[in-house]
T-cell receptor, first 114, second 116 residues
Framework: AQTVTQSQPEMSVQEAETVTLSCTYD???????LFWYKQPPSRQMILVIR??????QNATENRFSVNFQKAAKSFSLKISDSQLGDAAMYFC???????????FGKGTRLHILP | ETGVTQSPTHLIKTRGQQVTLRCSSQ?????VSWYQQALGQGPQFIFQ???????GRGNFPPRFSGLQFPNYSSELNVNALELDDSALYLC???????????????FGPGTRLTVT
């Protein structure tokens, strides 16, 4: 079975600095997708970035980028120029190419220090 | 474009009762997934509906059931509520998954269910 592990329950970063959130996953599949979701106190789950496993190039969305290490099964999220609005729970997630469900990690709570 | 909406926002029920949670999909989306998020945990997949039929299910007992209507709105029903059913229930809508594609799931704000 596939699993997603986030080993950092909480992290803090100074406003305008860069922070990296870690995620590892386990799968025997070759066709899958990886995601980072943000869940602010409003509870709305928002997709931050996604990565297709077949793509070697790391995904980037403005201040958010990933470091996808397929062989190591690692998928970290880097947030550059952190802003107060980035404070939230961040979930790493996995989806098989052939199945419907998204498997989430336990999350990392990110605090932004002014 | 209307986003995913869920009702009610909060709900308190007693153990043994039954509950129905509702979800309206984002316009144009015909697939809806339900997730349970216990406090301090990541969401767990309950099931998915496509064209009014269950199209995948997670490790949840049969007392968790669902419906999808012709307008693609959906209900999650939970019978014989247990204390451990207390959680945030999230609904997400998307276009149908096709081989080689992972359409984004758009989440609603959730329903907070408390079972006492």
């Amino acid at each position: 079975a596939q699993t997603v592990t986030q080993s950092q329950p909480e992290m803090s970063v100074q406003e305008a600095e860069t922070v990296t959130l870690s995620c590892t996953y386990d799968t025997s599949e070759s066709d899958y997708y990886l995601f980072w979701y943000k869940q602010p106190p409003s509870r709305q789950m928002i997709l931050v970035i996604r990565q297709e496993a077949y793509k070697q190039q790391n995904a980037t969305e403005n201040r958010f980028s990933v470091n996808f290490q397929k062989a190591a099964k690692s998928f970290s999220l880097k947030i550059s120029d952190s802003q107060l609005g980035d404070a939230a729970m961040y979930f790493c997630a996995y989806r098989s190419g052939a199945k419907h469900k998204i498997i989430f990690g336990k999350g990392t709570r990110l605090h932004i220090l002014p | 474009e209307t986003g995913v909406t869920q009702s009610p926002t909060h709900l308190i029920k007693t153990r043994g009762q039954q509950v129905t949670l509702r979800c309206s999909s984002q316009s144009g989306h015909n697939t809806v997934s339900w997730y349970q998020q216990a406090l301090g945990q990541g969401p767990q997949f309950i099931f998915q509906y496509y064209r009014e039929e269950e199209n995948g299910r997670g490790n949840f007992p049969p007392r968790f059931s669902g419906l999808q209507f012709p307008n693609y709105s959906s209900e999650l029903n939970v019978n014989a509520l247990e204390l451990d059913d207390s959680a945030l229930y999230l609904c997400a809508s998307s276009l149908p998954s096709l081989a080689g594609e992972a359409y984004e799931q758009y989440f609603g704000p959730g329903t907070r269910l408390t079972v006492t």
